[in-house]
């Protein structure tokens, strides 16, 4: 798989996701398995590029390559112009965001909101691609509404603009998360252009990802929401894709690594009051992928509670690394059974030692 002269490791992507995948997350992903990552949609307003949240978002200091930055905007020039200042900054792709449903990002009919102003995607699309030399790749859905599905025919103007890759989540903009996601439009969408067509939306592990790879024809995979919590996932889809086998789910020691590692990247590249209180939601997502019964679930909610009061990355690191150290206990024959059986047994893994 490869996106203009890039070749990736393999077509199991990073999705996206604002306030989730900053640098630290991403380059989490890439290590624990993820073939691609675009960071969080970043504004293409000048007047925003010096603000905190903006600047993180458009740093990519010592990101595994390729460094692909989206964008998000209405306005063809200042989203020409955010392309170019970029790839200044070192930005080796372009993504163009025309999938965010938010109202925040609608009401200035940026994100998915284009995909109902045809002329003017197109416009955004050009005037981007013509901007830059770097591949510049979209993001969209199969259209406004349900009624209303014009990704086929967006698809076929952004290749003729120049588009290197498009990505489609398999809903409209009308039906935001809500339903199930739509695999037709996106095989519809492979169909019509030449350049890599990337599947998005509900894939949640190994089998979701080769049966969507299989009724799309996509050239790739993107996961967005299952990666919460769960970096590990592009591991496992990647070799599951490869080989057709499943691969055991990381063992508590990995786990405990994986989340001090996390954490220790997200103080250092959010600063410590900012990131104290977003690693309260990282760590829900890791407790809630962690545990499968009511029980436990109850159990974490408790340690949330206590967790979610604390102000300092060294109680943060220490309360996680002491809860996970109580209540994960590997056990090698539950790994085997767990590669042996997929993803059900998952819930196996982890034995916690103090529930009734
Ligand atoms: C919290 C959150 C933030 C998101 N932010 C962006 C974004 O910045 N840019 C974008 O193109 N899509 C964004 N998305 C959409 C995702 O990239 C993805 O298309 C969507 O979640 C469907 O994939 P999934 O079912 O694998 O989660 C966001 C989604 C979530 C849940």
Not at 195 to 200: G, L, R
Not at 242 to 267: F, I, K, N
Request: proline share 5%.
């Amino acid at each position: 798989m490869r996106i203009g002269p890039f070749a990736l490791r393999n077509k199991v992507f990073v999705a996206p996701m604002a306030g989730v995948t900053d640098r630290p997350f991403r380059q989490l992903c890439k290590r624990l398995g993820a073939g691609y990552a675009v960071s969080e949609m970043a504004a293409s307003n000048p007047k925003l590029w010096a603000s905190v949240k903006t600047s993180r978002r458009i740093d990519h200091e010592g990101e595994m390559e390729p460094k692909a930055v989206q964008i998000a905007g209405a306005d063809p020039r200042m989203m020409a112009e955010a392309a170019r200042f970029n790839v200044d900054r070192g930005a080796q792709i372009i993504d163009i965001n025309m999938g965010c449903p938010a109202k925040k990002v609608c009401n200035a009919w940026s994100g998915s909101a284009l995909m109902g102003d045809e002329a003017l995607a197109l416009a955004i699309v050009d005037a981007v691609a013509s901007a830059v030399q770097v591949p510049v790749t979209v993001k969209m859905r199969t259209g406004p509404s349900p009624s209303r599905r014009n990704a086929v025919r967006l698809a076929r103007d952004f290749e003729r603009a120049g588009a290197a890759m498009i990505t489609v989540h398999g809903r409209t903009r009308a039906c935001a998360y809500g339903g199930q996601a739509e695999y037709g439009t996106i095989a519809d969408v492979k169909a019509a252009v030449s350049v890599p067509v990337v599947a998005n939306g509900d894939i949640d592990g190994p089998h979701k990802a080769l049966a969507v790879l299989r009724i799309t024809g996509a050239d790739a995979v993107m996961i967005g929401r299952a990666a919460q919590g769960r970096p590990w996932i592009f591991r496992e889809i990647a070799h599951f894709l490869e080989t057709g086998a499943l691969l055991a789910p990381p063992d508590a020691a990995e786990l405990r690594a994986v989340l001090s590692d996390h954490l220790l990247d997200h103080y250092a590249f959010n600063g410590e009051f900012t990131g104290v209180r977003t690693a309260r939601k990282h760590v829900g997502w890791y407790l809630r992928a962690m545990i499968g019964r009511q029980a436990d679930a109850g159990r974490a909610r408790a340690f949330l509670d206590r967790f979610n009061r604390l102000e300092c990355p060294e109680q943060q690191l220490d309360a996680v690394d002491r809860f996970l150290a109580e209540v994960l206990t590997p056990d090698r024959d539950d790994r085997a059974d767990a590669a042996s059986c997929g993803e059900a047994a998952n819930d196996k893994l982890f034995r916690w030692s103090h529930l009734a």
